[in-house]
């Protein structure tokens, strides 16, 4: 997994400011943000002196340990190293500030679609991004903090889909490293399996609401589905995993509408079908059975689901 030369690369980077501020993507995620925070910790374990940032918003779904991110003022981030994390396509970018920074580095285990002129270290075989930091600080320090350790361990087991998605001896390997390091499991474990009454109507929208389409389950949700309830647009797009696997099908996607009115568009499948393609086709991208796209009509619906059923195989 470990590619030495690019990961010291991005590291010796690091080594250089004195002033870093790590960004994630939109419609941040578990991995996303285990990935911020994780470096956070790790970089301010390893570097005291320096002064570390953490950009991003953080979704209400996630355990309760999850501190708070930074507030960074402009002047901050146009004389600090950008450091990246979970993607490497900047107009997905959460904080478009990023652009000002003078310099980008960047941890991704996304599939590339997009050529960039900044140094990225990409493994797209791993199963979180989490996991590719956790492996680049022990290569290079030999070490795991313990404060970054249950931010790295949230990021693998919510990516990995509590190792449904990826059961690799590598990702078991690095899981153990992380509960040695002090990754509390069963905290974690607990803070994502917690839910509300208003979650358990949110859940029972999705199971009264889906539709089968040949080869694909789905459900569209509207703005007014999700506000009625008082739940924001991160965390109603979040469940499209209910849906996994219904009567057989391979193929599960979610599509709601945000606060500006594009769609929102989350595709899976159970690793026979790549849906990665079908998301770049409209211009997304992600992983061969996890991607996501946005789209600017229900009226492209349609398209999307007719993709979907032409999804080729995935050659395991």
């Given at each position: 997994m470990i590619n030495s030369e690019i990961g010291d690369q991005v590291f010796e980077e690091i080594e250089k400011w004195d002033s870093i501020v790590i960004f994630g993507h939109k419609n941040p995620d578990g991995d996303c943000v285990g990935s911020v925070m994780g470096l956070k910790k790790a970089l301010e374990y390893l570097f005291p002196k320096k002064k570390i940032y953490a950009l991003g918003s953080h979704p209400t779904y996630l355990?309760?340990?999850?501190e708070p991110s930074d507030d960074v003022p402009t002047e901050t981030i146009v004389s600090s190293l950008a450091v990246l994390v979970d993607l490497s396509d900047l107009p997905r970018v959460e904080d478009q500030r990023i652009l000002l920074a003078p310099k980008i580095v960047c941890f991704d285990h996304h599939i590339e679609n997009t050529k960039n002129d900044f140094l990225v270290y990409r493994v797209d075989s791993a199963a979180s991004c989490t996991v590719i930091i956790a492996a680049a600080l022990l290569h290079r320090y030999h070490v795991i903090p313990e404060s970054a350790s249950n931010y790295l361990y949230l990021g693998l087991v919510t990516d990995s889909g509590r190792f449904q998605f990826d059961s690799e001896p590598e990702t078991f390997e690095i899981a153990s490293l992380l509960v040695k390091a002090g990754a509390k499991y069963k905290t974690i474990y607990r803070g994502l399996y917690k839910q509300t009454s208003i979650d358990l109507k949110w859940r029972a929208f999705i199971y009264s609401n889906y539709t089968f389409e040949d080869l694909v389950t789905y459900v569209v949700v509207h703005k007014e589905d999700y506000e009625s309830l008082g739940i924001d647009q991160n965390n109603a797009s979040g469940k499209v995993n209910l849906l996994s696997m219904l009567d057989g099908r391979p193929i599960w996607a979610q599509f709601?509408?945000?606060?500006?009115?594009?769609i929102r568009v989350e595709l899976r499948s159970d690793g026979t079908k790549n849906v990665q393609k079908v998301a770049i086709q409209f211009g997304g991208g992600g992983h061969l059975a996890a991607s996501g796209?946005?789209?600017?009509?229900?009226?492209?619906?349609k398209d999307v689901i007719k993709a979907l059923n032409a999804a080729e195989d995935i050659n395991d």
């Open positions: 355990p309760d340990f999850i709601t509408e945000q606060d500006d009115g594009a796209c946005k789209l600017d009509s229900f009226d492209k619906i």
